[in-house]
């Protein structure tokens, strides 16, 4: 085998809860997350030199060591008998910076990718301890399906899967930095309302899709929709337009409306396609592997 196709999917975050700021700068967390069946395609290939280059359908995507398959590459050289050259090229359809992981689910199935592609026989356990040296989501996006995360995101566990549904997806034009968020968000023992993760799960494991809906939370709007307020707005018009429920995904700046009606989900579609709210706009569905 000289070269292989792998798929690397995103992510949204069904609820999102902080639990406390911990000592080491991080914040222990609470989250729902989902994958979703919107992906990038990386396609990886044995060289004769002995570099990795990377390149890309987006002028704007580094191609060096900023880029977290880069440092998959170089991860797992490290840990691995790996001697040949590689050239990987990402076609990138999942929005950057977006509060979908993109960056981390790339780096994922470089992984999977590589263990295949050099028949090196790692678990999938094997893989996430590797993929939490690259960042906190990178263990989910190779478990993926609908899990609990906690710790600082690396303590997952497989939940029932989310109930079909449709997730419109809108990025609207706006860049917003996740350390940012983190160090603006207030974690008032009194003041700060925190989303229902329990009931949630609850929800799922009694596969109902409204009350689910009906718990759906992220705490990190509080920062977000109040520096932005297109944000809320977006969420508005979403569920005016027939969403469960509508939410921001991590620490935004995308929103999502869960539908459960496909007419109804169309409609919205076509509404945020032709809209002033952003260009990067998708119809998608849950992923389960």
């Excluded at 809860?17 to 395609?41: A, E, P």
């Excluded at 390149?55 to 580094?62: A, D, M, V």
């Excluded at 497989?158 to 968020?181: F, G, Q």
Aim: hydrophobic letters at 40%; one cysteine or more; charged letters at 20%.
């Amino acid at each position: 085998m000289n070269s292989i196709t792998v798929k690397a999917y995103a992510k949204i975050n069904l609820g999102l809860d902080v639990i406390r700021k911990r000592s080491d700068g991080y914040h222990d967390v609470s989250m729902i997350m989902q994958t979703i069946n919107l992906h990038d395609t990386i396609n990886i290939k044995k060289t004769r030199f002995k570099t990795t280059t990377i390149s890309s359908n987006l002028y704007y995507l580094p191609n060096d060591r900023r880029n977290l398959v880069y440092k998959a590459v170089d991860l797992f050289r490290e840990n691995q008998p790996v001697t040949s050259g590689l050239s990987i090229h990402i076609n990138k359809r999942i929005p950057v910076a977006a509060g979908l992981a993109g960056g981390s689910a790339d780096a994922a199935a470089t992984l999977k990718g590589l263990n295949t592609l050099f028949q090196t026989g790692l678990s999938l356990e094997e893989l996430m301890d590797l993929g939490i040296k690259l960042g906190a989501d990178v263990p989910y996006c190779l478990l993926m399906g609908t899990a609990l995360s906690e710790g600082i995101g690396e303590i997952l566990t497989p939940l029932p899967p989310m109930p079909n549904c449709y997730i419109l997806l809108v990025k609207p034009n706006i860049s917003i930095s996740t350390k940012y968020v983190y160090e603006n968000l207030s974690l008032d023992e009194n003041n700060t309302r925190h989303p229902d993760i329990l009931s949630m799960i609850n929800a799922l494991n009694e596969d109902d899709i409204h009350k689910f809906a009906s718990y759906m939370d992220n705490i990190l709007e509080t920062v977000t929709a109040k520096e932005y307020p297109v944000v809320e707005k977006i969420k508005k018009i979403m569920k005016e337009n027939g969403a469960l429920a509508s939410l921001m995904s991590g620490s935004g700046p995308t929103v999502f409306g869960i539908y459960k009606d496909k007419v109804e989900a169309e409609k919205a579609y076509r509404f945020f396609k032709s809209s002033r709210f952003g260009k990067q706009v998708y119809l998608t569905r849950p992923y389960f592997p």
